[in-house]
């Protein structure tokens, strides 16, 4: 065997009805599965030669009534099949349900036409859906008995025999029967036993289990013995022997030894993971059922929601959450009256509240009755006191950096050994350790939620329709640590009735990349705002990046769409290429648009490129997480997003739901997703007016008579008089201002009523506070006042000053057009 296992051919029992011969240090063994019902549900062969009871005959009876565990084994006495040797719990014990944590023991066995044998026994309570209760294992010790003494313990190291119900299920859980077991041995056992067709025996001088017994009688009596005599010396105030005093600090020092091995196993299975519920699992179950048989963790409320807390010693009013309740007994005894979730504070005199204000463990040997009765008075409508009265407890708290994050209800079954000092001492040093790992996970559960805090707060809430289109957007987490990353999306408002649609990626994850992303998105609506063409818009990103610093690198698509005019114009900064939906056919395909380098880069042209739209056409962008699978070719990923992005929908929301099914369930995804899409509607030619106007004061008369007329024939009269008189004081400004060109004014009706006014002059109008003798700023002020909406923008030609109006209520915006 592995990692100094020593291997000797013991004869097996019942040697004549042997099947195939024992290999070194590994013995067949009786394995006898029993049911709730206290019924034998399986029999193995090795029971049968062990036992002497054929299977068809011990099925279905009574466990204790085929091994009887009652009375001792005395002269003139017809002994029982088995009877115990009053050292340590007796199997009789485990067989009727008294006890609900693994125990062994060693059994004196008479059987038909055999000589007494002694027989190693152990019991492992099955916790679990199915109807079997108790897993009892069986070997003959004459047969395990080292000849040099080497070995003071054994243990089995699998469990299963191949030929009962739920073997395979079981031999999944093997490393929680037997919690010393690594899942790469129990991977190496189990293929043992499916070649060589039934359980085996192994020992080792290395491997233990929850409990194993020693080797034989005549050792451990004497061991007894030994101790007694110490005991009755130190009482009698009598010098200890020097044999005697050997053999206590023998004894002391393997102790130390085991709770050293003990912690540094628990120190393997806690802090595999810096999520914080998977840390608060590993630390419960760490210690049962080996060290406690119920373990209870309860945190600070902040600890449990990831959030900082001020420091201090914690009083009455601190909340503290049961997060994890893990304990050997019948399943659901503790889950109605300690459910897990549940938060509250502990009063003054309780044990809980010593330990969390001192920090250091509380030791109850046995909880008393009156103790249990001030405990269970903090359970409102519910009776804790047959859980925990009689009990030995250990309250250990959880620290870290001198802070107390929550602590350890630790409780051992009456007929287990009381805690003592040692426990106490191998108490605080787990919740030592496992405060660490708790606090890390914390920090990092904290660092998390700022991240993504901050992500949120910059991720747009975008109206699902915007002038001359309908818009859905999805965001996806990563599934990885530290999934919090830079994808976003976003679309901004352009005058004319246009839309940008942006989608970047912030190369990295982490805090500093959701900040970065939340630097490069602001720069994106401003410079949209200053209505820049689209390539020259990311040239001017990347040179901001470049001023931001070179740590990072980010690409990024941004796209015009012009409802008038149906036509979209793009330019691309590294980033995968949209897709193009057309309405007419049902025909989706990649754009063809030059690549360019990522925001950063510095130094790289980027170009645009312009593609007609027809009313209808769906445009869709994406981050490369939505197409991207490690060790997959991206083409693949691409393909599939033109496919779905082809499928008929009922709804927008319904085609993002398609997409992400289709791509998101190809497994391997950990980076995050962004997806836009958007249905390009178009603006109709009808729900456009348009007029030039001479650089003459008398237009501005001109331009409220056919505002006046245009809403009368679209039949939004209601809107003529406030229009008219917004629109006179736009046309007045512009002509008092422009240069040259003719004055242009145009209405667009949609979801609502749009009015341009364009002139070639740059200077910008500013909204002025206009005293009441002063003849400028008037003007603005009004518009702003009766506007839903108002703003100005530089053109390539000069300026242009807008305005909307809301429609009225009964006005039903015109329909969108069908998918």
């Known amino acids: 065997m592995d990692r100094g296992s020593k291997r000797e051919t013991p004869p097996g029992p019942g040697a004549g009805n042997a099947a195939e011969p024992a290999e070194p240090g590994r013995v067949p063994l009786a394995v006898v599965v029993v049911d709730r019902e206290g019924l034998v549900s399986h029999w193995s062969r090795g029971a049968r030669r062990l036992f002497g009871v054929p299977r068809e005959e011990a099925i279905g009876r009574t466990a204790l009534d085929l091994l009887p565990v009652s009375g001792a084994l005395t002269e003139g006495h017809d002994p029982a099949p088995w009877a115990d040797d009053g050292l340590g719990p007796d199997l009789g014990s485990s067989l009727d349900g008294g006890l609900s944590y693994p125990a062994a ?34 070997a003959d010790a004459e047969g395990l008995r080292p000849g040099d003494g080497t070995f003071e313990r054994i243990a089995p190291g699998f469990a299963l025999h191949t030929d009962f119900p739920g073997a395979e299920d079981l031999a999944r859980r093997l490393p929680e029967i037997l919690p010393s077991m690594s899942v790469g041995e129990s991977a190496r056992i189990v293929g043992q036993i499916l070649e060589l067709g039934y359980p085996v025996l192994e020992f080792s001088q290395n491997d233990r289990v929850p409990v194993t017994p020693d080797w034989g009688v005549a050792r451990r009596a004497e061991r007894k013995a030994r101790r007694e005599r110490a005991a009755r010396a130190r009482a009698a105030g009598e010098p200890v022997p020097e044999e005697l005093r050997d053999e206590a600090e023998d004894l002391e020092y393997a102790a130390v030894r085991e709770r050293l091995e003990f912690l540094n196993e628990v120190s393997g299975r806690i802090g595999t993971s810096l999520d914080l519920s998977r840390t608060i699992i590993e630390v419960s179950r760490a210690v049962v059922p080996r060290f406690t048989d119920v373990a209870g963790t309860y945190l600070r409320e902040q600890v449990v929601a990831g959030e900082g807390f001020a420091e201090g010693v914690p009083d009455t009013t601190t909340l503290w959450h049961r997060v994890a309740v893990e304990h050997t007994d019948e399943p659901g005894r503790w889950d109605d009256v300690v459910p897990v979730g549940e938060a509250m504070p502990f009063p003054a005199h309780t044990p809980f509240f010593q330990c969390m204000t001192t920090g250091e463990p509380v030791l109850v040997p046995r909880i008393s009755e009156e103790m249990g009765h001030a405990i269970a008075a903090q359970f409102e409508k519910r009776d804790i006191r047959p859980l925990i009265t009689g009990r030995s407890m250990l309250v250990v708290p959880l620290k870290a ?9 630790l409780l051992r079954h009456p007929e287990r050994p009381v805690f003592n000092d040692m426990d106490r001492v191998t108490g605080a040093e787990l919740a ?23 992500q949120d707060s910059m991720l747009p809430h975008i109206p699902p329709r915007m002038a001359g289109c309908d818009i859905a957007t999805r965001y996806l987490p990563g599934t990885l640590l530290g999934r919090v990353g830079g994808d976003w999306f976003d679309a ?41 063409p689209p390539a020259q818009l990311l040239r001017n990103l990347d040179d901001l990046a470049q001023r931001l610093g070179d740590t990072y690198l980010a690409t990024c698509l941004y796209a015009v769409y012009d409802p008038i005019a149906s036509e979209l114009r793009l330019a691309n900064a590294g980033h995968i290429p949209p ?88 497994g391997g995804r950990k980076d995050d997703v962004a997806l836009l899409m958007a249905r390009l509607n178009g603006i109709e030619p009808g729900d456009v007016a348009e007029w030039r106007l001479a650089l003459d004061a008398a237009e501005t008369g001109r331009a409220r008579a056919v505002v006046r007329e245009q809403l009368h024939d679209w039949g939004l009269a209601e809107l003529a008089a406030p229009a ?96």
């Open 105 to 138: 023991g060693r059994a004196r066995l008479a059987a038909p036409g055999r000589e007494r044998a002694d027989v190693l026994w152990w019991a492992y309570p099955l916790v679990g859906p199915g109807p079997e209760r108790l897993l009892v294992l069986a």
């Open 401 to 409: 950096r001198d802070v107390v994050l929550g602590f350890m209800i």
């Open 432 to 454: 030592a350790r496992a405060g660490l790992v708790l606090d890390n996970a914390r920090m990092y559960t904290f660092q998390e939620n700022v991240a993504e805090t901050l």
């Open 492 to 532: 901004v408002k352009l005058h004319g009735g246009r839309t940008a649609f942006v989608v970047g990626d912030v190369m990295g994850h982490g805090l500093n990349s959701a900040a970065m992303m939340g630097q490069l998105r602001t720069a994106v609506q401003t410079m949209a705002g200053l209505d820049l």
């Open 579 to 666: 897709v193009l939906v057309r309405a007419e056919d049902g025909r989706s395909e990649l754009l063809d648009l030059p690549t360019g380098a990522p925001i950063g880069v510095g130094g790289v042209p980027f170009e645009e490129v312009r593609v007609r739209i027809e009313p209808g056409d769906r445009l869709v962008m994406c981050t490369d997480g939505l197409v991207e699978v490690r060790g997959e070719d991206i083409g693949v990923g691409l393909a599939t997003l033109c496919e779905s992005a082809a499928h008929p929908a009922a709804s927008m929301d319904a085609a993002c739901d398609t997409i992400i099914r289709s791509l998101n369930t190809r």
């Open 724 to 819: 008219e008189l917004l629109v006179s004081e736009l046309v007045t400004n512009a002509v008092r201002h422009a240069h040259a060109r003719p004055v242009a004014l145009r209405l667009v009706r949609g979801d609502t009523l749009l009015c341009e006014v364009d002139d070639d002059d740059h200077e910008l109008p500013t909204l002025l506070s206009a005293g009441p003798l002063d003849d400028a700023g008037r003007g603005l002020r009004v518009v702003s006042t009766l506007a839903r909406e108002w703003g100005t923008s530089r053109t390539g030609a000069g300026k242009t000053v807008w305005f909307e109006l809301t429609l009225p209520r009964r006005r039903t915006p015109p329909a969108s057009h069908a998918e």
